[in-house]
């Protein structure tokens, strides 16, 4: 009986102590793993994400796995749209848009030029649209909710997330999509500036004509010059607003002189 007893003894101790190690383990896992995660969102936050590429691989693992995914998801759709943003703008070829040589290409109805100034406005509104939405806290919570994860891990992704520490994409996001509002407000405006100066030469295509060797526009009077005029200055002046640097419609100014 007392054989019987130190074994069952034994066995008890063993368990426990397996237990004891075992919860050592997770303990130590946990650690390693959160630190892994930690440093993985800190390197993430340092990327231009208008240029930068988000790295696909997983560095952690399980749950810890999971958060680290569904961050690096989002940021790739959300670096997507700044870089659309970004490269709807850079690609767009500003220069000659009012000069004598596309207003004898493309008018008097401007179809191919107006065409790409409504393609540019619909593609710099549509990454702006979901810019918004990815920044949303709504949003930015559905995504881990859909992975049913318990509560403490969740907790984790939102202080990535949404919190206010240095390892948060909360502050940047928030102060990103303000600076590309104001941006896009004035890009709008100048989008739509340049529309109507190609509408005006539409509605006026009997009162003015192209002098192809001098690369000059005439027009038949002064008062349409002067509509001219203040329809471009108001186009330079938009362009000066714009905060990412680019003027060329001042440089488009010097194509086109009108003359009575």
Do not use: H
């Amino acid at each position: 009986m007392k054989k019987l007893l130190k074994i069952i003894l034994f066995i008890l101790i063993f368990l426990f102590i397996l237990f004891v190690l075992f919860v050592g383990y997770v303990i130590v896992d946990t650690s390693k793993q959160e630190k892994l995660l930690d440093n993985e969102i800190s390197s993430l936050l340092e990327l231009d994400l208008t240029k930068d590429s988000i790295n696909k691989n997983i560095v952690t693992k399980d749950e810890y796995a999971i958060i680290e995914k569904t961050i690096k998801d989002y940021l790739r759709d959300y670096s997507d749209n700044l870089k659309n943003y970004k490269d709807s703008i850079d690609n767009f070829d500003f220069n000659n848009m009012f000069s004598a040589n596309n207003f004898d290409n493309d008018g008097p109805d401007f179809i191919e030029s107006k065409g790409k100034l409504s393609k540019l406005k619909e593609n710099l509104n549509s990454s702006l649209d979901n810019l918004v939405k990815y920044s949303s806290e709504e949003y930015i919570m559905k995504i881990i909710n859909d992975k049913k994860l318990d509560s403490m891990y969740v907790s984790k992704y939102k202080e990535y997330m949404l919190g206010n520490g240095a390892n948060s994409f909360n502050d940047t996001v928030n102060k990103e999509i303000k600076e590309i509002k104001d941006i896009n407000e004035e890009f709008n405006n100048f989008l739509d500036d340049c529309y109507k100066l190609y509408d005006f030469m539409s509605n006026n295509r009997n009162y003015w004509s192209i002098d192809k060797e001098k690369n000059i526009v005439y027009f038949d009077n002064d008062k349409l010059i002067n509509e001219y005029n203040a329809l471009l200055n108001k186009i330079i002046k938009d362009a000066g607003n714009l905060d990412n640097g680019k003027d060329d419609s001042k440089e488009n100014s010097d194509n086109v002189v009108g003359s009575v």
